[in-house]
Structures are given as structure tokens and as C-alpha cells.
């Protein structure tokens, strides 16, 4: 079917009387922080704790703004006779905002979640050379990062979570068994206490085999002068 002829002039006109119509709102910024959706790409954030200097953010970035120097430390062996490993140490990690195009490839290919997006934004510079943040920096804006959302209800739990959880069931009830065990020794200790068959508690004061000699119920004389 043709379009009938004018149909589309018609229908920019009819846009611009509804945008004529409505009121302008300006954003007061700013006065008025806007409302940014959660994930916004503000500036990246380095936790750095997870960083392994594995250097793969490095190398998969675009337009190379990311500079990682490290060093090698011999750890020594964990237990007698093992064997010295080595590890990579963090010297320098920067990221020179003048030259980011906030791809949010270095946070995507990171496999130790070492990287995360803040929804700040306000970090603008007089001087271009400000914009290389270094770790100090990247470390400050971790504490700008949002959490980030819950899980949907019918979703499943992380395997993390979840061995994490079976570690922390297993202890507990390591625990309560302990505690059970312990509380049944205390209770057949008072039982036999107040019975009179719990044994005699040793004087610390005294050496061993110095303590006299328990009676015998089933004698009726007791120990006699002389016996050996």
C-alpha cells in the first residue's frame, strides 16, 4: 500500500505541537545531582587486594591508558622441604582518564573482579596530566562503588556462596556436638557426685603415691595397723 502523500510532514508537525505544548524543565546542575541509572560508567575503581598483575586489563585495552609495573618476590615454602614459589607484587597500576573511552573492556576481561565501574563522574582537571589516576586514587574510588544488585528470588545461589555455606553448617555442627558431649560429661560427673562414687580429685600439693588407701565398702574392719 502507498503511503498516502504528506503523511509523513503531518506526522513531524504533529511531534512538534506536542513538544510546543509541554513545559521545558532545565536540570539544576549543579545544585541537583542528576539521577544516574545504576550502571552508570562514571570513573573505575581498583581493588586491589584481587590484582594478580596478571596484565591482561593492559593488554586487551583499546587505547592503552592502563600502566602496571610489578616485581617478583620468592615466597618461601609453606611447609619443611617444599619448594620456593615466586609471586608478581604491584608496584604501579594508573589509568590516564584523558586518553579512556570508558569501553569497560578492562573490567569485563579482569578475572579476579580487581576492577569496577563508580557512578562518579566529577573529576574534571585544569591540568590534562591529573587525569592519570594512580593506585592511591583508583583505590579511593572503591569506596564510591555500589553494591551491587540482589539476586531474583527464583535465581541460584552462587557456588561461592554455597560452599561457603556448607563450610559454615559443617563447623557449627562440629560445635554443637562438642558442646552436647561436654554438657553429658558434666551432667554424669554431678550424677556421680552426688551418688558418692565419684573418685577423689589428687592434691596437686602432694607427689603421687603418697594418698592412703581407699576402704573397701565390703569390709567391715577397714584398713588394720600393719597391713602392708
Not at 513531524?12 to 539544576?28: D, E, F, H, I, W
Not at 553448617?169 to 556421680?192: G, I, N, Q
Request: overall charge negative; proline content about 11%; charged content about 25%.
Amino acid at each position: 500500500m502507498a503511503p498516502v502523500p504528506g503523511s509523513g510532514l503531518a506526522k513531524g508537525l504533529a511531534v512538534t505541537l506536542r513538544t510546543m505544548t509541554k513545559k521545558t524543565v532545565t536540570a539544576q546542575y549543579p545544585d541537583v545531582q542528576p539521577e544516574l541509572p545504576p550502571r552508570s560508567r562514571g570513573v573505575i575503581g581498583l581493588f586491589e587486594e584481587n590484582c594478580t598483575v596478571c596484565m591482561l586489563c593492559a593488554r586487551e585495552c583499546p587505547d592503552w591508558c592502563i600502566y602496571i609495573d610489578s616485581h617478583k618476590e620468592t615466597v618461601p615454602p609453606a611447609a619443611p622441604g617444599g619448594r620456593e614459589r615466586s609471586r608478581n607484587v604491584l608496584d604501579r597500576f594508573a589509568i590516564d582518564f584523558s586518553l579512556c573511552m570508558y569501553c569497560g573492556i578492562c573490567i569485563e576481561v579482569c578475572p579476579f573482579d580487581a576492577l569496577f565501574w563508580s557512578p562518579e563522574f566529577e573529576y574534571a582537571e585544569t591540568d590534562i596530566h591529573e587525569l592519570t589516576h594512580e593506585r592511591d586514587k583508583l583505590r579511593e574510588w572503591m569506596w564510591t562503588v555500589p553494591a551491587p544488585p540482589a539476586l531474583d528470588a527464583a535465581a541460584e545461589e552462587p557456588k561461592e556462596l554455597a560452599a561457603a555455606r556448607k563450610t559454615a553448617d559443617k563447623l557449627a555442627a562440629e560445635a554443637d556436638k562438642l558442646a552436647e558431649a561436654e554438657k553429658l560429661a558434666e551432667a554424669e560427673r554431678l550424677a556421680a557426685q552426688a551418688a558418692g562414687t565419684e573418685p577423689p580429685v589428687p592434691d596437686p600439693t602432694k607427689p603421687a603415691g603418697t594418698e592412703p588407701p581407699a576402704s573397701d565398702p565390703s569390709d567391715p574392719a577397714g584398713p588394720q595397723d600393719g597391713d602392708a
